[in-house]
């Protein structure tokens, strides 16, 4: 077996329907979203260029037990990630940026003018809420029904860095912001739908139901009426009128089975069907696979 035929199996790539669930996800496809104690509903940041997966390197210790070579494990370190924003003309992504600094620290970013520079205090400040932004949600989603949301706990920006501005250069305006954090968490969750699953419903769809082939009757269809009435006159002390004369309907109840059909008693088989003949269900037999 070549190894493509080994790569078109293991990744599901024979599947005709349903959604496939072996490849790998897509780098495009992410939302990510910010959670911090001055807004209440979570900073969608729709226009970035792109984000940083939190990853961890585990701490260890070799040592020697009778000259023999034993690792210990001895703690783990998150690895700060980056996010790329645009520096968009609506200013949104640097008013984050100042909200967060004067959270922790009164400095000239956030004065008005000179004087204010000159006259307002400077330094670090001891806020109420020790975290400004309380989690960095990163949502992946690649089909309808699988998603993978990894969430950044307690993270802190320790580097802005702006973009250079250069009249040789037309590609638009970034920050590059570095955090660090305390912890994070993946998870990945939903089930695919498989090509099993989907033939199951087509075929449950397709089955006949057992109200199939019935006719609604109505009651007061026995006789039809013409309501068009004219002069009404009184011949040997009884009253008549132009009037047509009512017309009997078909007794609905006759049956007529040419076919010899057998009658339906509440259980199809597959491919078969049902038909009404006068108010009577009888069972139509599966056409035959040649």
Same mark, same amino acid.
């Given at each position: 077996?070549?190894?493509? =035929?080994?790569?078109?199996? #293991? !990744? ?11 490849? *790998? ?15 209440? &509903? ?11 997966? *939190?990853?961890? #390197?585990?701490?260890?210790? +070799? ?37 967060? &600094?004067?959270? !922790? ?7 008005? =003018? ?28 690649? /089909? ?8 950044? !706990? ?15 250069? /037309? ?5 590059? #912001? &570095? ?51 004219? =002069?009404?006159?009184? #011949? ?33 088989? +597959? ?20």
């Amino acid at each position: 077996m070549a190894i493509g =035929d080994s790569a078109y199996k #293991v !990744y599901s790539q024979g599947q005709r329907r349903g959604e496939i669930d072996a490849v *790998p996800r897509n780098k495009y496809s992410f939302t990510v979203s910010l959670n911090y104690i001055d807004s209440p &509903t979570p900073l969608s940041l729709v226009r970035i260029a792109n984000v940083q997966i *939190p990853t961890y #390197v585990y701490r260890s210790q +070799t040592l020697n037990a009778y000259n023999a070579k034993k690792t210990v494990l001895t703690g783990i370190d998150y690895t700060p990630i980056t996010i790329t924003a645009y520096d968009t003309k609506d200013a949104v992504f640097e008013k984050f940026l100042k909200d967060y &600094t004067a959270h !922790y620290v009164d400095g000239p970013l956030n004065n008005d =003018d000179y004087n204010a520079f000159l006259n307002n205090p400077k330094g670090i400040k001891t806020p109420e809420s020790r975290n400004y932004i309380r989690s960095i949600i990163i949502n992946r989603k690649d /089909s309808k029904n699988l998603e993978n949301v990894i969430e950044i !706990y307690n993270p802190y920006i320790t580097n802005i860095d702006s973009d250079t501005l250069d009249y040789g250069d /037309s590609s638009p305006a970034i920050y590059r #912001v &570095t955090f660090t954090y305390e912890g994070f968490k993946i998870l990945s969750s939903g089930q695919a739908t498989t090509e099993a699953e989907i033939l199951q419903a087509e075929e449950f769809a397709s089955a006949a139901d057992a109200n199939d082939g019935f006719v609604e009757v109505d009651n007061f269809s026995e006789f039809e009426v013409n309501n068009e009435f004219k =002069d009404i006159e009184a #011949v040997d002390g009884k009253i008549t009128s132009n009037q047509k004369q009512l017309k009997e309907l078909p007794d609905v109840n006759e049956t007529s089975n040419p076919d010899n059909l057998k009658r339906f008693k509440g259980k199809l088989k +597959t491919g078969e069907a049902i038909r009404n003949i006068n108010g009577v269900s009888y069972i139509v037999p599966a056409p035959i696979k040649r």
